[in-house]
């Protein structure tokens, strides 16, 4: 008869489960702090004194801490109207791409339709022209348009797709059986009901991604809005940020709190995203086709 | 999955029969699917046509020719891809700048992102903290960046100095020394590493628990369910994550144009990448013929990476979906 | 749920758009709703501190006269220009633009800008410094009209000069003076420089100015012939390249490091000596100085006699081509320039402006040391030049400053790296 010996305790699984997540959360706090420091520097310049920052060598934490300066800042111009149609031009955006994109990604990913292949690389290759060689051209374009002070040129693009997010969703959507595609098919589904009611849902870790990528590159864009727009009162936050950049000198602490503030929705939204995005379905479990 | 398989065969004999009656309509699945696959890709194609493909011919046009944006534009043949091999020296410049970025900094982040998102996807306390803050570093874009940066590289007050010297090293002069400019971007560009994650997150979300668990009852290492598992199973996301990279850092540009004064490139034109080179010929020169040659060139380069990049991927990328051709 | 949401944003947003772009849609209205003429004027001053300024000039204008009504957009400083040709090229410019003043000739040779000598007659001219003006003509007319300028002066800490021995009422005049008084006013802790009496690249002064005064005031490019390679600017480099050994490249770096982000100044905080800057320096000092006792003097110069060399900048008002209202505009460009509004300018930003008679009044105006630094800039301005863009040789900066800037490494000889520069620039001469 073979007694087993009983586990030491740092055999068993639950110690080496914990072993392994206090290892990993070590690792992850030293990471943060190297990751953090270049942010904690950002809001410590944005609660100092223009004198402070002008000091040398400088100060690692604020000797007073002038949260006014956020207030200040804000008030130096309309930052809440620019922070509205910043909201709105990178809303748009996000919708536009998320619908827009996935539909055309679904054609490449799944759709075995007459030139497919050849027309994937004419899409790739529009992602390698460096956009300053077409941007003369594209304004001289939408001011024929009339697009010129308007959104338009901001907006519009977003609905009719980006090389970067098909590409991403096409990837994304190879990964997905077909199988349940062809049971659907063979159900009597079209493909806008199969991309409604299969894909979109096994997804949607990769749709909320072109979500949070298509808002932040409106929301930090800054040669689109300035190309196009001329009036003051359209601008956006970028643009504005630029104002207490002066030839002379930069007005650090008010950039940094305006910065800092700019950030917040970004955050915010990946924040609140992540929730979705992990959640987010698991392919072979969760659908009965 | 058994399931699907009784319900396929079953569906495929009806199907057999069905096949019959419908090459008897007028339109044959063929059609169907072309139909549908023009339909769902038509908005790309307005785009195409309507935005892109004119100022991209233009362009093109402008590369053989003396083009000033403003007040001329007469054909001069291949004269601007001349000038480029035999009378700009900083053409190979700027060349081998961008390549050396190219070469550093796709593999380091790659390997970083997806060392992140593993790390990042484990069931540990404040996960959502963390991925959070990771995160932040990709989403703080513009000019502050990289005048924070200017600031954290500076030799002897700098932060990044200051954090080596607590290790025992001493920090070089990064953006005035000709040697460290690169580095110092390579490691900006490390720091924002986050924004990947994010791509590879959204991946390792797909991957299905069963495998693992299999995996676990075989007595696999955890080494071997990474190389086995989790690898093959992202690899698509790998795949595009390393092709975007890669085109994206052959257009690199924003940080040299800021961070070097005036946009010159840098102490000794260590910082002139290719599209900085581009960027004055174009807009301080008002050479924006040449400059479109210039960005011609890159697209044959980068396209016939692109090429050679995804005929490689054929043998490593792995679609569960079973598009494996 | 998520999906269903998505739709409905999207379906409202698209919706809104529409509806929201064409009613946002204000195409450029031509004229007030009194008749005025309605003039585009895009500058770069958006800052708490200029952008006031501009402001006052600009409701002035508006209210002393019935016919032209100017409306200020502010763009960020480099992205300005670039919109700007984008819509010259697309046919849709401001009718007035802040430009820089050393690439007027290479604008106008592009046909980005209107000639504006049907605009002025020949007594306009006289109101500027005849070097501004200079600048601003092509072909023999003008393509812009001198806004403001700078140039460049030597500051000096007194009390270092006091503590070295040195008397604070004579500055150096001479790069041999120069040399002497800066190690006197050195203080060294061992190996570590506690304060650094001069370096010459550190300011806002560049090797290429020091190369000029050497070679009594020839740049690299005049009148379309090449003088990079030149004895004296041979001898200039390697006067530089000594500084450098002198103090060591560490001490350079580590010093240049801390101002380079514009944070602080070595200057005002009393680790540099001597210091070269623009006149608005000044400014920096008196807010952020605390009582620092300083002086003001000319750059000193190569030899005795060889003149006291200064680069110069400034911004222009000019009218891209293709403006709607050049008429109008230049009217506005007219009281911008005038006497009344230079003068404003310049005592509340200090700058040197272009219109003589302002200049003049603010000296007569400013008291204490605000008018000895002015006083000392205007007067600097005999001996300023500017260096406007060769049109044959665009970018022959890039070309030169590698050599130099290896020479400094201490990897070529000066002579070497001239002669190769001088080469290289030749290579890229434009038909």
């Given amino acids: ?289 | 999955m058994k399931s699907y398989d009784t319900t396929i065969a079953r569906r495929g004999a009806g199907l057999a029969e069905k096949k019959e009656k419908t090459s008897r309509r007028r339109m044959s699945r063929q059609t169907r699917e072309n139909i549908f696959g023009y339909l769902f890709i038509s908005p790309w194609i307005i785009g195409f046509l309507g935005l892109t493909l004119g100022p991209l011919l233009f362009s093109l046009f402008a590369s053989f020719t003396d083009y000033n944006i403003t007040s001329r534009m007469n054909f001069i043949g291949l004269d601007n891809f001349k000038r480029m091999f035999t009378i700009d020296d900083l053409f190979k410049t700027s060349l081998w700048n961008t390549l050396y970025y190219v070469l550093f900094s796709v593999p380091l982040t790659t390997a970083g992102a997806i060392f992140l998102s593993v790390l990042l996807n484990q069931k540990v306390r404040g996960m959502k903290f963390f991925r959070t803050l990771y995160y932040l570093p990709a989403i703080l874009s513009g000019v502050a960046v990289y005048f924070l940066w200017m600031q954290l590289l500076s030799p002897s007050t700098g932060l990044v100095n200051t954090f080596l010297a607590w290790i025992g090293i001493e920090g070089p002069a990064w953006l005035f020394d000709p040697e460290w400019t690169k580095p110092a971007l390579l490691l900006m560009k490390m720091w924002s590493v986050g924004g990947g994650m994010l791509l590879y997150l959204a991946s390792l979300q797909g991957v299905s628990a069963s495998l693992y668990e299999a995996a676990d009852l075989d007595g696999a290492g955890v080494m071997q369910k990474f190389f086995y598992i989790t690898l093959p199973m992202i690899s698509p996301i790998i795949f595009f994550d390393v092709l975007t990279s890669t085109i994206g850092a052959f257009q690199i540009f924003q940080e040299a144009y800021v961070m070097t004064e005036n946009g010159s490139g840098g102490p000794g034109n260590s910082l002139l990448f290719y599209n900085l080179h581009m960027w004055n010929n174009a807009f301080e020169v008002f050479d924006m013929g040449y400059a479109s040659a210039m960005a011609w060139l890159l697209f044959i380069v980068v396209m016939v990476l692109t090429i050679i990049n995804m005929k490689l991927g054929k043998k490593w990328v792995h679609y569960e979906g079973g598009d494996n051709k | 749920m998520k999906k269903g949401l998505i739709f409905i944003i999207s379906a409202i947003l698209l919706i809104g758009t529409l509806a929201g772009c064409s009613g946002e849609e204000s195409v450029q209205a031509e004229k007030t709703k009194d008749g005025k003429v309605i003039v585009d004027f895009w500058s770069f001053w958006g800052s708490e501190t200029r952008r006031p300024i501009i402001e006052k000039i600009i409701e002035d204008f508006n209210n002393s006269q019935d016919e032209v009504f100017v409306k200020h957009t502010y763009l960020p400083w480099g992205d300005i220009w670039t919109k700007n040709l984008a819509s010259v090229a697309a046919g849709n410019p401001a009718d007035v633009i802040i430009n820089d003043i050393n690439s007027v000739a290479q604008r106008a040779e592009n046909a980005q800008s209107e000639d504006l000598s049907k605009y002025i007659d020949e007594s306009f001219k006289n109101q500027f410094y005849p070097h501004l003006w200079e600048t601003v003509m092509y072909g023999d007319k003008p393509y812009a009209v001198p806004f403001n300028t700078d140039t460049r002066l030597l500051f000096y800490n007194k009390d270092a000069f006091k503590e070295a021995g040195l008397d604070p009422e004579k500055p150096p005049a001479t790069w041999a003076e120069l040399e002497e008084y800066a190690a006197k006013l050195d203080i060294k802790d061992g190996d570590r420089y506690e304060r650094v009496g001069f370096y010459p690249l550190w300011g806002s002064i560049g090797a290429a100015s020091w190369m000029t005064s050497a070679d009594g005031g020839k740049g690299f490019i005049q009148d379309g012939e090449l003088y990079i390679n030149t004895p004296k600017k041979q001898e200039a480099l390697q006067w530089l390249l000594g500084w450098k050994e002198r103090l060591g490249e560490k001490t350079v770096q580590s010093f240049e490091a801390e101002f380079g982000s514009e944070q602080s100044n070595p200057f005002i905080a009393g680790k540099v000596a001597m210091w070269v800057d623009i006149g608005t320096f000044y400014t920096q000092i008196r807010d952020y100085g605390e009582d620092m006792n300083f002086g003001v003097a000319p750059i000193p110069a190569f030899e005795k006699g060889s003149g006291n060399w200064s680069d110069g900048g400034g911004f222009v008002a000019e009218i891209p081509k293709g403006a709607k209202h050049p008429e109008e505009a230049m009217k506005f460009i007219k009281y911008l320039t005038g006497p009344e509004a230079q003068k404003y300018w310049a005592m509340k930003n200090y700058d040197n402006v272009a219109n003589k008679e302002a200049a003049e009044a603010v000296v007569n105006e400013l008291k204490g040391d605000d008018k000895y630094v002015y006083e000392a800039s205007v007067k600097n301005l005999d001996q300023t030049q500017l260096f406007p863009v060769p049109v044959k040789y665009p970018d022959y900066q890039n070309r030169i400053n590698p050599h130099i800037d290896s020479v400094l490494l201490g990897k070529t000889k000066p002579e070497k790296a001239l002669a190769k520069a001088e080469k290289d620039v030749e290579k890229l001469k434009r038909k």
């Avoid at chain 1, 130096?76 to 536009?96: D, Q």
């Avoid at chain 1, 941007?135 to 009719?160: C, E, R």
Wanted: glycine share 6%.
């Fill in chain 1, 1 to 289: 008869m073979r007694t087993a010996a009983a586990p030491k305790f740092y055999e068993t699984k639950k110690f080496k489960d914990n072993l392994k997540q206090t290892i990993i959360f070590i690792v992850l706090l030293a990471g943060s702090v190297l990751v953090l420091s270049p942010l904690w520097w950002m809001i410590s310049t944005s609660l100092k004194s223009p004198a402070e920052i002008a000091q040398y060598p400088p100060t690692f934490v604020p000797k007073e801490f002038h949260f006014s300066n956020y207030v200040e800042a804000w008030k130096t111009a309309p930052f809440t109207r620019w922070a509205m149609n910043t909201f709105f031009i990178a809303l748009c955006g996000m919708a536009g791409s998320v619908l827009v994109n996935s539909l055309v990604a679904y054609a490449f990913a799944k759709i075995r339709f007459k030139g497919r292949n050849a027309l994937f690389i004419v899409v790739l290759s529009t992602m390698l022209i460096p956009g300053f060689v077409t941007m003369v051209p594209q304004y001289i374009l939408f001011s024929k348009l009339g697009w010129v002070n308007t959104y338009l040129p901001l907006i519009v693009p977003a609905f009719l797709g980006s090389a970067f997010f098909i590409f991403l969703l096409r990837q994304f959507m190879m990964s997905i059986p077909n199988e349940l595609i062809e049971a659907a098919v063979l159900d009597g589904a079209n493909h806008l009901q199969i991309w409604w009611h299969i894909m979109l849902p096994l997804t949607k870790p990769a749709l909320i991604t072109v979500a949070i990528f298509s808002f932040n590159g409106a929301w930090n864009d800054l040669l689109g809005p300035l190309l196009y727009i001329n009036d003051e009162s359209l601008y956006t936050l970028q643009i504005g940020l630029q104002t207490f950049k002066g030839t002379v000198q930069t007005q650090w602490h008010y950039l940094m709190a305006m910065s800092v503030m700019v950030l917040l929705p970004v955050v915010l939204l990946f924040f609140f995203f992540q929730k979705h995005f992990i959640e987010g379905s698991n392919i072979a479990s969760g659908t009965k086709g």
